[in-house]
């Protein structure tokens, strides 16, 4: 057909062309090993530092009861009675002098702020300690902690070789992380304040943005004429979604906390801010659900005579319901990891108690990694790397569960 | 055929519009009880409109309007009083490709039921359910597996279910907008004998693009072209001695 171009010049054209193909196959293999690359750094560090704050030093600490005569009753120990006159006891000072008498006169630093807890808890574990001698197992200060992870100063190394001689050093698993809150001593930190204030926080804002956003984007799909007033709409949402969540932070700060008069730090107040933020991702991943039911199914309801109600709860929910679940999951997945607008609403506060109630003071875990980040002891290194590791695996958590969701409910036609 | 003229559905001076555009124009005919009404025409002509406006399922469409008069049994369908909801009780319809709510076989028929209230019990259901694919011809072939997805039949069966899920409301007429076009000539066959088995209980009006179909199936044909009807009567007389220069084109082939 093309006879008017010679052999020897397609055979040219024809290199040419498989030596782009291959060159532009290479660009992409090398853009995927790139973003794997920063990917498997980002997982390496973390895990690496990481699983540190997964472990803890403890001290075994010989502590006399008998002879330090405690104004405690070993029967009376139990309820609210008992945690009064146990919070009088003195433990801290018991405490510190069991380490002066075991460990020299430093010895009270070679602890932790929280050792004293340690101990009182065993008496409250075992009400006959009173009587006797006994070794309780206490968390170490954390320069001794790090030190005995191996990245410690001269001096602090010096201590825990003392301590090893004595046998009298441990590494045990840092239950403690999975217990506790904020702190002031790095030995002491945990998780589960912040971990439980981001639940909480996320509980409102699912609460809050999944019926709205949900029934929106329906009033929008199925109800809604389409005019100037829909369109604008339309774009506002959209425009919505892209919003700087700083911005979602200061209209939280504006309107619940001036204007409504809502505790600060709370997280009612950051699940509401984050549902302004999300509202907008679940109406528009709900309207592209809803778009993606066929017609023909809302044909067939409404010929047997389906009001339009009834079309919209039994057909087309249900069908647009795994596009809908796994827009709200992601849109949560992404107001777990929000840092900006919980600051603006002042749930960075130093909260040392896991939050009971929605309105008690409260922080979120990226708020949480943030903050200790910030914080000048070496201690708190390993505890942010630790907690970064924890909002990874509950972020890892919930895109499965909307991966599984998709898979198992989706309708196939 | 001497069987009685009884209609169930008069339409007198039907005009549709989208929006500017005026689909049908003008139109009057009768579906009666006993005898199926077959539209035939070329694509476009509005055979597919026209129906719509039968059980108002044009009202689904933004900017579509009725003008004229369409009485069901002597109630004007498009009055202020009249339920859509009640009217597509009584006027069924079957869609071009078949449309099975992706849920079982036995919820797809028993849908319609339950949400009128047709049945008290679960036993009145299953009733329902079995009569209902026995008259479409299909309880035979899924009896076995009425929990399977009805989505996972065949066209020709998918579309038998379809025709199950609109006889299970119990309704007076039938509307089939060309049920068997995307089907093979096999199934096609069985829907047409459906059809016959199912006249003088439903009132039933088809369109189809297929003149041997409209012969087969039908003792009134309507020829549709442009949005107008240009003539209706007798299936046998219209297609052996048509009225007019058109219909005459188009049953010869003329265009199609
Ligand atoms: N939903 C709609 N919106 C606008 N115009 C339509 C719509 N449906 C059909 N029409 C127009 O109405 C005319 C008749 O269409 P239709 O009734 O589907 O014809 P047929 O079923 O005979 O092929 C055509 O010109 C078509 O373009
Ligand atoms: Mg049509």
Redesign the pocket.
């Known amino acids: 057909m093309n006879s008017a171009v010679p052999a020897d010049e397609r055979r040219r054209r024809l290199r040419q062309r498989h030596a782009a193909e291959r060159r532009f196959r290479l660009a992409g293999a090398a853009a995927v090993l790139i973003s794997a690359g920063f990917l498997l750094f980002l997982l390496a560090t973390m895990v690496s530092g990481g699983l540190r704050g997964f472990t803890r030093t403890q001290i075994a600490l010989p502590v006399d009861f008998a002879a330090a005569g405690l104004p405690l009753d070993p029967g009376q120990l139990e309820g609210r009675e008992g945690a009064a006159s146990l919070a009088g006891a003195g433990f801290e000072g018991l405490t510190d002098h069991a380490a002066i008498a075991a460990f020299g006169p430093h010895g009270a630093r070679l602890l932790s702020d929280a050792a004293w807890i340690s101990v009182r808890n065993a008496v409250r574990r075992d009400p006959s300690l009173l009587a006797r001698r006994a070794v309780i197992q206490v968390p170490a200060a954390s320069g001794i902690d790090i030190a005995f992870k191996g990245r410690g100063t001269p001096e602090a190394e010096a201590e825990v070789a003392s301590l090893a001689r004595r046998s009298a050093i441990s590494s045990h698993f840092n239950a403690a992380l999975f217990s506790a809150a904020d702190s002031t001593d790095a030995a002491a930190v945990g998780v589960w304040g912040a971990l439980k204030g981001s639940l909480l926080t996320m509980a409102v804002t699912l609460g809050l943005a999944f019926p709205v956003g949900v029934l929106a984007a329906l009033y929008l799909e199925e109800y809604a004429p389409r005019n100037r007033w829909t369109d604008l709409i339309e774009v506002s949402i959209n425009n919505l979604a892209a919003v700087p969540s700083i911005i979602f932070g200061l209209l939280g700060l504006a309107l619940f906390l001036n204007t409504l008069g809502l505790p600060r730090s709370a997280p009612l107040v950051g699940g509401l801010t984050l549902a302004l933020m999300t509202m907008p991702v679940i109406v528009i991943a709900g309207r592209n659900a809803i778009k993606g039911v066929p017609p023909s199914i809302r044909d067939a309801a409404l010929a047997v005579g389906a009001s339009p109600v009834q079309v919209v709860f039994h057909h087309v929910l249900p069908l647009a319901l795994p596009g809908i679940l796994t827009g709200t999951i992601i849109g949560m997945a992404r107001a777990l990891g929000e840092t900006a607008p919980l600051l603006m609403i002042g749930m960075r506060a130093f909260v040392a108690a896991p939050p009971d109630r929605l309105t008690d003071p409260a922080t979120a875990l990226p708020v949480q990694i943030f903050l200790w980040s910030d914080e000048v002891n070496r201690g708190f290194v390993e505890k942010t790397s630790a907690a970064i590791l924890v909002l990874l695996f509950v972020l890892l958590a919930m895109n499965g569960l909307a991966v599984y969701l998709r898979n198992r409910l989706e309708t196939r036609w | 055929m001497t069987l009685p003229n009884r209609s169930k559905i008069e339409a007198k001076g039907v005009s549709v519009f989208?929006?500017d555009?005026q689909?049908i124009r003008d139109v009057s005919l009768n579906i009666d009880q006993d005898r199926v009404t077959a539209f035939i025409?070329p694509?476009?002509?509005?055979?597919?409109?026209f129906l719509r406006t039968l059980n108002r399922m044009n009202d689904t469409?933004a900017g579509?309007r009725v003008e004229g008069e369409i009485r069901l049994d002597g109630d004007d369908i498009y009055a202020s009083g009249m339920d859509v909801v009640e009217l597509r009780a009584r006027v069924g319809m079957v869609f071009q490709k078949p449309n099975p709510f992706p849920k079982s076989i036995y919820e797809n028929v028993a849908y319609g039921a339950r949400i009128h209230g047709l049945a008290r019990s679960r036993e009145a259901l299953d009733a329902v359910v079995e009569q209902a694919l026995t008259r479409a011809g299909l309880w035979n072939e899924v009896k076995d597996r009425l929990k399977d997805s009805g989505t996972a039949l065949s066209g020709g069966q998918q579309q038998r279910l379809c025709i199950a899920r609109a006889i299970a409301v119990d309704p007076e007429v039938i509307l089939m907008d060309e049920p068997c076009s995307a089907l093979d000539p096999i199934a096609t066959a069985r829907i047409e004998e459906l059809i016959h088995e199912l006249r003088g209980r439903y009132a039933i009006a088809i369109?189809t693009h297929n003149m041997q179909q409209a012969a087969r199936v039908s003792q009134v044909t309507a020829f549709?072209h442009m949005g107008q009807l240009v003539e209706h009567g007798d299936t046998a007389q219209l297609f052996t001695s048509p009225r007019e220069e058109r219909t005459k084109d188009y049953i010869t082939g003329r265009y199609g």
């Open positions: 989208y929006g555009n689909a025409g694509s476009g002509c509005g055979k597919s409109t469409i579509a369109v549709f």
